[in-house]
C-alpha cells in the first residue's frame, strides 16, 4: 500500500524546520518523507499508525519517526466537532545530515548516529526526565537562528542519552513497498475502516473499496501490512477500547460492544493479545499511572 511521498518546506536559511499544528487535520494522511520527524502531542488523542503498528497516542506523547517509514496520526472525531477539542501539535522535520555530512562522525556525536539509526521503526520517546526535552522542543519551535539551533541539538542529545531504553514502534520485518497503482487505496481503506468498525466489514465491500477483487484484495493487504485485514480492523477497535477505558465512563462489557466487538470473550482474547495485558488491568495500570504523575507534580521542588 503505497504512502504519499511529502515534500517538507525548507529554505536557505535554516537547516531544519519547525513548527506548531493547531488543526488536525495537518498531513492526516498516509504518508512518507526523507526526514525524520520529531513529533510532541502537547493535546491530542487519536489512532497512531507507524509502520505496521496501530496503537493509541494521546497529549504528552513524544514520538521520533525515521527517514522514509510511513506513518499517520487520526485524530479522534472529537477534534473535528463544532466547540469541540482543540489540538496542539510541534513537529520538528529535520535530516539526518542537516549539519553537514561529517556531523555524525564526531565521536561526541556517537549517540545522536545510534539514535538516527534506532529510528528507522520509529522510537515512543518516553523517560523520567521527559518534561526537559519538551520543553526544548517547544522552545525550539519558538525561537530563531543559533539558538533554535542550541535548543534542537540539546533536546537531540537528551534523548539519545536514553537510547538504552527506546523501543522501536514498528515490527523488525516490516518493510514497504512503493507501486504508483495504490497510490490512494491505503486511505481509502483506512477511512471506510474507521467510518465502519463498529459494525462487521464484510470482506466484499472493503474490496470494493480498494477497488479489487476479494482474492486479491486478501493478498494485497497482508503483503504490504503484514496482517491480515480482520487482525487490523481488531487493532483498530482495541485502540478505541483504550479510549474509552482510559475515559473510565463506561463498563468494561459496555467498552467491547461500543468498540465494535460482537462479544466479550473476542474483545477479551484481541485486547490482550494487542495491548499484553487484560482491559481491566490496563485501565487500572492507565490510573496508577496518572495518580503517580499527578504526586509527582505536586511534590515541592
Not at 494521546?58 to 519517526?65: I, T
Not at 474490496?207 to 481488531?234: I, L, M, P
Request: hydrophobic residues 35%; positive net charge.
Amino acid at each position: 500500500m503505497k504512502p504519499k511521498l511529502l515534500k517538507i518546506y525548507a529554505n536557505d536559511i535554516e537547516s531544519f524546520s519547525a513548527r506548531r499544528d493547531l488543526i488536525p487535520t495537518v498531513n492526516s494522511i498516509w504518508h512518507y518523507h526523507e526526514e525524520l520527524e520529531l513529533i510532541y502531542f502537547k493535546a491530542g488523542e487519536g489512532t497512531q499508525f507507524i509502520g505496521d503498528s496501530i496503537k493509541r497516542f494521546r497529549s504528552g506523547d513524544v514520538v521520533l519517526v525515521g527517514a522514509n517509514l510511513p506513518h499517520y496520526w487520526r485524530f479522534d472525531h472529537d477534534y473535528f466537532q463544532e466547540g469541540g477539542k482543540s489540538a496542539d501539535v510541534y513537529v520538528i522535520h529535520f535530516r539526518a545530515a542537516f549539519l553537514g555530512a561529517g556531523f555524525l562522525e564526531v565521536p561526541e556525536n556517537r549517540e545522536v548516529n545510534k539514535l538516527i539509526n534506532h529510528s528507522s521503526r520509529g522510537l515512543q520517546i518516553s523517560f523520567p526526565n521527559i518534561d526537559h526535552v519538551i520543553n526544548l522542543i517547544i522552545k525550539t519551535e519558538s525561537s530563531l537562528g543559533h539558538q533554535r539551533l542550541l535548543y534542537f541539538l540539546e533536546a537531540l542529545f537528551e534523548i539519545s542519552d536514553h537510547n538504552h531504553i527506546l523501543k522501536p514502534i514498528a515490527s523488525i520485518g516490516f518493510k514497504y513497498n512503493y507501486l504508483n497503482e495504490e497510490q490512494d487505496q491505503i486511505q481509502a481503506i483506512y477511512n471506510y475502516t474507521f467510518s465502519n468498525y463498529k459494525r462487521k466489514i464484510t470482506l466484499v465491500e472493503i474490496s470494493e473499496v480498494a477497488k479489487v477483487s476479494t482474492n486479491t484484495f486478501c493478498k494485497f493487504f497482508k503483503s504490504r501490512s503484514k496482517k491480515n485485514y480482520t487482525d487490523f480492523v481488531n487493532e483498530i477497535r482495541v485502540g478505541q477500547a483504550c479510549k474509552l477505558l482510559i475515559e473510565n465512563k463506561l463498563r468494561i462489557n459496555e467498552v467491547c460492544f461500543e468498540s465494535g466487538f460482537n462479544n466479550f470473550a473476542s474483545f477479551h482474547k484481541c485486547f490482550k493479545k494487542t495491548m499484553g495485558k487484560s482491559p481491566l488491568q490496563y485501565q487500572k495500570l492507565f490510573v496508577a499511572d496518572n495518580e503517580a504523575i499527578n504526586k509527582n507534580k505536586k511534590a515541592p521542588k
